[in-house]
Structure formats: C-alpha cells, structure tokens
C-alpha cells in the first residue's frame, strides 16, 4: 500500500484537529504545527469535509473541526476521503479482478490484502493515535522482527 502525500496530510491535519476538538483550527495553524502548504492543505481539507470527516465554519472565527468525536474517526475514514479505495487493482476493486491460467486465484490474494489493510486503519482512531495506544493487534504488528526493515 502506497500513502501519497495527500493521504499523509489528511490523517496529520485530522489528527491536529482531534488534538483541539472540539475547537476550530485554521488551515493556517494546521499548515504551521505540520509544516504543510496552506493551499494543498486547503485542497486536502475540502475533501474531508466533502467525505463529512469535518465541518468548516467561515468568518473571522472561523475553521475546522471533526465532525465526529476523535474515538469515532479511523484512519481508514480519513484516507478513503482523499484517496478512494484503499486497495485497488488497476484501477478495479480487488473483487472485480478476474484472471486465466496460473494467475486464476489472484483475487484471493488481492482481497485478502485489502481486509490486512483495513484490519489496521479501520480499527485504530484518531483518539488511539494521539494517545499512542493503538490496539493490541496493531501493536504485536509493528513488534515483528522485520517490521521495521525496509524491504
């Protein structure tokens, strides 16, 4: 699985904003905590709202918070507002795969890495996250010996 950057910035700004919430944050004091650019940071942010991960207010008091509490925001919420599905194959959902041959039991495995995948993001919110106790199967993952490695 690759994070790009939007990806990155989504789950850094939600995790600032559930650092304050319920308080509004400005795009300016989420860019200057996270060393982020404003107007990519701005882009990132209407997606997330678009997704109802947060609400905007206007005006001079203005900003954003989550829409819902810390405790209730996965990470997987978050990515799938600015990134879509989680696993993808050209472009297709892994079920949607079909292939011929010695490839035929492709999908299985396809499918199989997106449920790995979800079976962190989806169960660790942000409140997880910012408290730095993440659940107990996320953390016998990152205690592997090679996790760490890269590969």
């Given at each position: 699985?690759?994070?790009?950057?939007?990806?990155?910035?989504?789950?850094?700004?939600?995790?600032?904003?559930?650092?304050?919430?319920p308080r509004l944050l400005s795009t300016q004091a989420?860019?200057?905590?996270?060393?982020?650019?404003?107007?990519?940071?701005?882009?990132?942010?209407?997606?997330?709202?678009?997704?109802?991960?947060?609400?905007?207010?206007?005006?001079?008091?203005?900003?954003?918070?989550?829409?819902?509490?810390?405790?209730?925001?996965?990470?997987?919420?978050?990515?799938?507002?600015?990134?879509?599905?989680?696993?993808?194959?050209?472009?297709?959902?892994?079920?949607?795969?079909?292939?011929?041959?010695?490839?035929?039991?492709?999908?299985?495995?396809?499918?199989?890495?997106?449920?790995?995948?979800?079976?962190?993001?989806?169960?660790?919110?942000?409140?997880?996250?910012?408290?730095?106790?993440?659940?107990?199967?996320?953390?016998?993952?990152?205690?592997?010996?090679?996790?760490?490695?890269?590969?």
């Open positions: 699985m690759q994070i790009s950057a939007r990806g990155d910035y989504a789950v850094r700004a939600a995790l600032s904003l559930a650092t304050a919430y989420i860019a200057a905590e996270q060393g982020m650019p404003r107007k990519f940071l701005e882009a990132v942010l209407a997606d997330l709202r678009r997704a109802g991960v947060v609400r905007a207010q206007r005006g001079a008091e203005g900003g954003y918070t989550l829409a819902r509490p810390p405790r209730e925001v996965t990470v997987g919420a978050v990515l799938r507002a600015v990134e879509g599905p989680l696993a993808g194959v050209r472009g297709l959902r892994p079920e949607e795969t079909s292939y011929e041959g010695a490839a035929e039991n492709l999908p299985g495995l396809w499918v199989a890495v997106r449920a790995a995948v979800r079976r962190v993001v989806d169960e660790v919110s942000l409140a997880e996250i910012i408290s730095g106790r993440l659940p107990a199967h996320v953390r016998r993952l990152t205690a592997l010996p090679d996790a760490w490695e890269p590969r």
